[in-house]
Nanobody
Framework: QVQLVESGGGLVQAGKSLRLSCAASGSIRSINVMGWYRQAPGKQRELVADITSGGSTNYADSVKGRFTISRDNAKNTVYLQMNYLKPEDTAVYYC?????????????WGQGTQVTVSS
């Protein structure tokens, strides 16, 4: 069983930066994707960015050029560097890991960390 622990959220002014971290405990299969989702009040949860075990990345259009996702496979940790934050980035950010086991994917979620950007 994989458990995810996020850290790094908080309150920040617009234009500033934050870095989120998510450490995965337990063993993750070699083919996996680690990523970040977010959910603002009254809105659906949406993908922010993800990164495959091979290093390929994918970003939401709204964060391209401002956010950078990276991972440290030795530490089973994924990071989200968020620069030039905007008030509309305010949300609960969730770490997500999916791993390929045979023919299906297992999905794991973190508990979420609040990011609040003031104008």
């Amino acid at each position: 069983q994989v458990q995810l622990v996020e850290s790094g959220g908080g309150l920040v002014q617009a234009g500033k930066s934050l870095r989120l971290s998510c450490a995965a405990s337990g063993s993750i299969r070699s083919i996996n994707v680690m990523g970040w989702y977010r959910q603002a009040p009254g809105k659906q949860r949406e993908l922010v960015a993800d990164i495959t075990s091979g290093g390929s990345t994918n970003y939401a259009d709204s964060v391209k050029g401002r956010f950078t996702i990276s991972r440290d496979n030795a530490k089973n940790t994924v990071y989200l560097q968020m620069n030039y934050l905007k008030p509309e980035d305010t949300a609960v950010y969730y770490c997500h890991v999916r791993e390929l086991t045979g023919i299906w994917w297992n999905n794991y979620w973190g508990q979420g960390t609040q990011v609040t950007v003031s104008s």
